[in-house]
């Protein structure tokens, strides 16, 4: 990592490239007078992995190559493309060879146009999808408590300022959206679980099945599903098959397992405030699409302290995405730092 000479400008159109699961994403991203996202791509392989139930790393990468390269010639052709002048590349954590697609590509164009390239910690792009919100960047005021919850991470994270971030406690085993995925991988609900869960959910009763909530009283900030993953796979194995085709069990099932996850996100962010006295609280990740564990922790915030303001990121924005890695891109090219387009490669086990 270098950082700028003092002459240097300071790059404000930024091409954002994220490749490190099962999305592939290209955005354009205006950090000038005002933050606006310029041009904007998701291209999902979900329909793919669901065939096989989940994510195949080979698979992922295969497809990366078939959809990066068509992504950015989109971008780099459009109006706002032609006055790109940085590059943010996801950089892990993830799937190694799939990060390796954007990598290369991002430092290709880098090379080739002569711009600024910086590596950005997927984490720190969930972190900063909230930022990409109008009304929550006026309320932006540190510290801010992250509740970070995807399909690989469950976090709690103080951010200190912009890049400065301590992790109060993350999961153990199992992340919250593996919780949803398995447990619809379980109940014949398919791949991806959380959507699927939180829609049988609605008209399911959250008390019919009386699920652990697994180290919700701990003193820590730790968080740990593998438990909660054996219990409803034991509940699910005692049913009788006929039980288990009932919608009725199916939406019991899915609105309790989903309540057991809430209850301990929610307990243990409510600790945290309580213990930080953070100005603002966001939520963000996969997972935070869930519009339930937002219901409960706005109103588990409300009853708690009026003050503090929840922030998520926008609808489309809480699961992964290229306008995020540009934002966090951004934070980090305002503190003057950029990577060496030779030496960047990807770090698939790279922490906040
Ligand atoms: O952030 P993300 O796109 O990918 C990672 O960085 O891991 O999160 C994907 C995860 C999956 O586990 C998916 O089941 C979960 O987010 N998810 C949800 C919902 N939408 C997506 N979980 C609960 N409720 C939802 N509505
Ligand atoms: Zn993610």
Known sequence: MTSYGKREKMPHRILGIETSCDETSVAILDVGSRVKILHHDIASQIDVHALYGGVVPEVAARLHVAETVSLIDRALSSKAGQTIDAVAVTQGPGLATALRVGIEAGRAIAFAKELSIIGVNHLEGHLASAWLVPENRRRWVF?????????????????????????????????????????????????????????????????????????????????????????????????????????????????????????????????????????????????????????????????????????????GLHTDNAAMIAAAGAWRLQKGERHDWRKIDAKPEWDL
């Open 143 to 315: 510290p801010i408590l992250t509740l970070l919850v995807s399909g690989g991470h469950s976090e709690l994270v103080l951010m200190k300022d912009f890049c400065s971030y301590r992790v109060l406690g993350r999961s153990r085993d199992d992340a919250a959206g593996e919780a949803f995925d398995k447990t619809a991988k379980l109940i014949g609900l398919g791949y991806p679980g959380g959507p699927a869960i939180s829609k049988h959910a609605q008209s399911g009763n959250p008390i019919a099945f009386d699920f652990p909530r697994p180290m919700m009283h701990d003193r820590s900030f730790d968080f740990s599903f593998s438990g909660l993953k054996t219990a409803v796979r034991r509940e699910w194995e005692s049913m009788s098959s006929a039980k288990q085709k009932k919608k009725k069990t199916v939406d019991d099932f899915s609105a309790s397992v989903q309540q057991a996850i809430i209850d301990v996100l929610v307990h243990k962010t409510i600790r945290a405030i309580q213990e930080y006295q953070p100005k603002a609280v966001t939520i963000v990740g996969g997972v935070s699409a869930n519009s339930e564990l937002y219901a409960q922790m706005k109103q588990a915030i409300g009853n708690e302290n009026g003050r503090t303001f929840l922030m998520a990121p926008a609808r």
